[in-house]
């Protein structure tokens, strides 16, 4: 079993920047991919960015250049750096802890992220 603690989130303007942190637990860290996730009001959760268990990030288009996704696996913990934030932004962030090889998915239970003027 593993435990997913989202911390970071909060209101910040438009164009402004926050870091989120996930720490997970209870498990081998490094052998977990981590990823963030979102899930606005009213649409579907989606990816923001993963981490995987080498250490390769992925991101979705529409942060591309805005976010960065890093890992410390000494501290079992993920960060997802997030600058230049837009209004569309704003949802719910989730952290996901995913080990594909056995099946194993473990959520958060999501940090509050709110870009406005």
């Known amino acids: 079993q593993v435990q997913v603690v989202e911390s970071g989130g909060g209101l910040v303007q438009p164009g402004g920047s926050l870091r989120l942190s996930c720490v997970a637990s209870?498990?081998?860290?490094?052998?977990?991919?981590m990823g963030w996730y979102r899930q606005a009001p009213g649409k579907q959760r989606e990816l923001v960015a993963i981490?995987?268990?080498?250490?390769?990030?992925i991101y979705a288009d529409s942060v591309k250049g805005r976010f960065t996704i890093s890992r410390d696996n000494a501290k079992n913990t993920v960060y997802l750096q997030m600058n230049s934030l837009k209004p569309e932004d704003t949802a719910v962030y989730y952290c996901?802890?995913?080990?594909?090889?056995?099946?194993?998915?473990?959520w958060g239970q999501g940090t509050q992220v709110t870009v406005s003027s």
């Open positions: 996901n802890a995913r080990r594909i090889v056995i099946g194993a998915s473990f």
């Open positions: 209870g498990s081998i860290f490094s052998s977990y991919d």
């Open positions: 981490t995987t268990s080498g250490g390769t990030p």
